[in-house]
Each structure stands twice: as C-alpha cells, then as structure tokens.
C-alpha cells in the first residue's frame, strides 16, 4: 500500500506563489501516475494536475493553464505542483493522488474510492 503525504500549504495573497510537495512512501513513485486535486468549502473534489510516472505527459484543468506547474523527482519519490499568479479562487484543500496504468488526463476523472490519496494541505489565497 502506497502512502501520500502532501505539504507546502499556506496563507498567500493573490498574485502570489506556493509550492506543495506529495511526498510517497511504500512503494517505488516511478511506476504511479500522479495528480492534484482541490476541494473548496461547500464544494466537491475537482482535478487539477497530473503527471505520467515518467514526466513526459502533463495535463492540467483549464482554470490553471499557465499558472500551475506539475513536476516529480522519482529519485527522492516527490511529486510539486508550483503555483504562481495565484486567485481568490485558488482556496482550498490540496489532495495528490497516486494511480497506476492511468495516463495523465485519465487522472482527471479518478474518483476518491480509486487510487491512493494523501490528506491534503490548505491553501488560502488571500484578496
């Protein structure tokens, strides 16, 4: 069984950046694809990111094209999601979540009774 643990959340004001880090234990990250989702108060679980387990692959929810960056270090079995020119709207519950056999823009449908997920770190944008 594969462990998530998500860090690097935090209080920011809009316009600013954040880095979260998933950090996998329990089995080798190379052979996962890896994604980021976000759950804001009152809402349901949306996609956000994910990566191919060789980082060859990325695909992003629209919402993010340009501001957000997926990346992962096999070697030090991590996955980041960089976050730049960051909104209001950006507040919430950050979840990576780790798949196998799934390509990047199959993570965007992975539902939370599927794969392995971590228990997720706040951002809260600040206007």
């Known amino acids: 069984q594969v462990q998530l643990v998500e860090s690097g959340g935090g209080l920011v004001q809009a316009g600013g950046s954040l880095r979260l880090s998933c950090v996998v234990s329990?089995?080798?990250?190379?052979?996962?694809?890896m994604g980021w989702f976000r759950q804001a108060p009152g809402k349901e679980r949306e996609f956000v990111a994910a990566?191919?387990?060789?980082?060859?692959?990325?695909y992003f929810t629209d919402s993010v094209k340009g501001r957000f960056s997926i990346s992962r270090d096999n070697a030090k079995n991590t996955v980041y999601l960089q976050m730049n020119s960051l909104k209001p709207e950006d507040t919430a519950v950050y979840f990576c979540?780790?798949?196998?056999?799934?390509?990047?823009?199959?993570?965007?449908?992975?539902?939370?009774?599927?794969?392995?997920w971590g228990q997720g770190t706040q951002v809260t944008v600040s206007s």
């Open positions: 329990g089995r080798t990250l190379s052979i996962y694809t």
């Open positions: 979540a780790a798949e196998r056999w799934y390509t990047a823009q199959d993570m965007a449908v992975l539902t939370p009774t599927r794969g392995s």
């Open positions: 990566i191919n387990w060789s980082g060859s692959s990325t």
